[in-house]
């Protein structure tokens, strides 16, 4: 008699593929008020205790994929702290929620990581809450598309691409390491754009670039301390970011080979897996999730 076989998803409809409504929203988003609400698990995840009484400090937790990787982190066991930026307290309330509910603890920490005191005051904080660090992931990013290309971006938004997404991770990785102890690991959230870059994003898709070019190096600076460096690289994922900074969002991740965007929740599992046991003999790697676009 045959088995019965457990139904598997079929990636190209486990998420709606939706049609997104044309919307704007002023930077830097919010998550109610984006159509359809994202995805971050809240209804699906189930941990199996992977990151059992671990600690994670991760950047830009309030939404997007560093709320889906707070509350995964959180359902694997692991007390969490995350860093929001000022403006966005309610959505970063509401991440504190989902980590409380699965029994960890919370820490939420206003903080805007283009100022070096504010990384260091922030790996502080998580050292006085919880003496350690095992898993770090740089994950806040800024971006603004410019559809007239590079004559179109100004300095300002040039100094705060790179100041959130390179400068806040270097700051936060340097003032976290003496806190990492053997055994721990950092995650950096990479991107498609730092290989297929978009000329609307080009500043965005230069530092993407560069976080590749320093989770390899990294990784072998901290190989002989028994500290893994890894990244991930995601393709087009709704979070808040996209009706904050892109004009147009209703052909949103349609060029993608399984045809959608990603939900933030289909994220997290490679960052769980990076931070886990499981990951030992992995570092120096960018783990794609780009829904099929080929990448090196």
Known sequence: MPHEQTPRPDPTTAHPRPDYPEQQQEHPGRTEEMSPRPDHGEESYRGSGQLKD?????TGGDSGIGRAVCL????????????????????????????????????????DIRDEEACRALVDRAVTEFGRI??????????MAQQEGIEAIPTEQFDRVMKTNLYGMFWITKAALPHIPAGGCVINSASVQAYKPSPPLLDYAMTKGAIVTFTQGLAQDL????IR?????PGPVWTPLIPATMPDTSEFGKQSPLGRAAQPVEMAPAYVFLASPGASYITGDIVNATGGTPLP
């Not at 671990?54 to 991760?58: D, E, I, K, S, W």
């Not at 460096?229 to 690289?233: G, I, P, Q, R």
Request: aromatic share 4%.
């Open 229 to 233: 460096v890894n990244a991930v690289a």
């Open 72 to 111: 995964a982190f959180a359902r694997e066991g692991a007390d969490v702290l995350f860093a929001h930026l000022p403006e966005e307290a309610e959505d970063a309330r509401e991440t504190a929620r989902l980590i409380e509910d699965a029994g960890r603890k919370a820490v939420a920490v206003p903080c």
């Open 134 to 143: 095992d898993v770090l992931v740089n994950n806040a990013a800024y971006q």
């Open 54 to 58: 671990r600690v994670a400090l991760v």
């Open 223 to 226: 190989a002989p301390r028994g």
